[in-house]
């Protein structure tokens, strides 16, 4: 379609990252997904808009700058773009391309969700590049308990539970990863509870993503959840 007008509109959309044989890591911070904070996998951002016209062989060429204070998250960038030909016909088309926000992903394997008290568990940690090729390089280990303390306040008519978070640091430690194999540690939940492992470069300049996993211990009727008066319910098994 020579001399036919392009109407380019560009959203942004949060992934959740995988990379081809690391199935089993976490390479997302998963804390950003928790309760109430959550956000939608499916949510769009406007990002950015342009008119074209094509040339004489029917070719335009866009160009998106996209910079860390633009997007602050790995997301898909949704491209639609809209022909007008001189006859008015419009022939529209929708592709994806991937955002990178890092340098250098972190990606955490548990042995699952749950865990048992008092059995030790080996977690591994890798680093790999935005194409998936393995890394090396520093990174900061941190293992958290987490509990919590709810009480329902009530307002007249209505109430809410206010919860008060009380995080213990039980592990930290420097990880100097390499690209042939995941570095393993192991590690013994004492009691039963929230727990996240935290990975996360060692200075800024490494450009690295932080990633964080959730496991939950049991067997000893410790732990504590965070109340809700939420009408839904989450489950897991």
């Given at each position: 379609?020579?001399?036919?007008?392009?109407?380019v509109t560009?959203?942004?959309?949060?992934?959740?990252?995988?990379?081809?044989?690391?199935?089993?890591?976490?390479?997302?911070?998963?804390?950003?997904?928790?309760?109430?904070?959550?956000?939608?996998?499916?949510?769009?951002?406007?990002?950015?808009?342009?008119?074209?016209?094509?040339?004489?062989?029917?070719?335009?060429?866009?160009?998106?700058?996209?910079?860390?204070?633009?997007?602050?998250?790995?997301?898909?960038?949704?491209?639609?773009?809209?022909?007008?030909?001189?006859?008015?016909?419009?022939?529209?088309?929708?592709?994806?391309?991937?955002?990178?926000?890092?340098?250098?992903?972190?990606?955490?394997?548990?042995?699952?969700?749950?865990?048992?008290?008092?059995?030790?568990?080996?977690?591994?940690?890798?680093?790999?590049?935005?194409?998936?090729?393995?890394?090396s390089g520093?990174?900061?280990?941190?293992?958290?308990?987490?509990?919590?303390?709810?009480?329902?306040?009530?307002?007249?008519?209505?109430?809410?539970?206010?919860?008060?978070?009380?995080?213990?640091?039980?592990?930290?430690?420097?990880?100097?990863l390499t690209?042939?194999?995941?570095?393993?540690?192991?590690?013994?939940?004492?009691?039963?509870?929230?727990?996240?492992?935290?990975?996360?470069?060692?200075?800024?300049?490494?450009?690295?993503?932080?990633?964080?996993?959730?496991?939950?211990?049991?067997?000893?009727?410790?732990?504590?959840?965070?109340?809700?008066?939420?009408?839904?319910?989450?489950?897991?098994?």
């Amino acid at each position: 379609v020579r001399g036919g007008q392009v109407a380019v509109t560009v959203h942004s959309r949060s992934r959740w990252l995988r990379f081809a044989g690391y199935d089993e890591f976490e390479f997302t911070d998963g804390r950003r997904y928790e309760g109430y904070r959550a956000e939608s996998m499916q949510a769009q951002n406007m990002f950015t808009e342009d008119h074209l016209t094509l040339d004489d062989k029917g070719n335009a060429a866009l160009s998106i700058a996209v910079g860390p204070n633009d997007i602050a998250y790995d997301a898909d960038l949704l491209v639609n773009a809209s022909v007008t030909a001189p006859s008015n016909e419009v022939i529209a088309k929708t592709f994806t391309l991937p955002y990178f926000h890092a340098r250098t992903y972190f990606g955490i394997k548990t042995p699952g969700y749950f865990a048992e008290v008092q059995k030790p568990q080996t977690i591994q940690i890798v680093a790999v590049t935005p194409d998936g090729k393995p890394a090396s390089g520093p990174a900061k280990l941190t293992i958290t308990r987490r509990d919590w303390n709810c009480v329902w306040e009530d307002w007249g008519y209505r109430g809410n539970y206010q919860c008060k978070e009380n995080t213990q640091t039980l592990l930290t430690k420097t990880l100097q990863l390499t690209s042939d194999k995941p570095a393993e540690i192991p590690f013994t939940p004492d009691t039963g509870g929230d727990y996240w492992i935290v990975v996360e470069g060692d200075n800024a300049k490494q450009g690295a993503a932080t990633a964080a996993a959730e496991f939950y211990s049991w067997g000893d009727g410790g732990g504590s959840w965070r109340s809700s008066d939420s009408m839904t319910i989450e489950m897991v098994a």
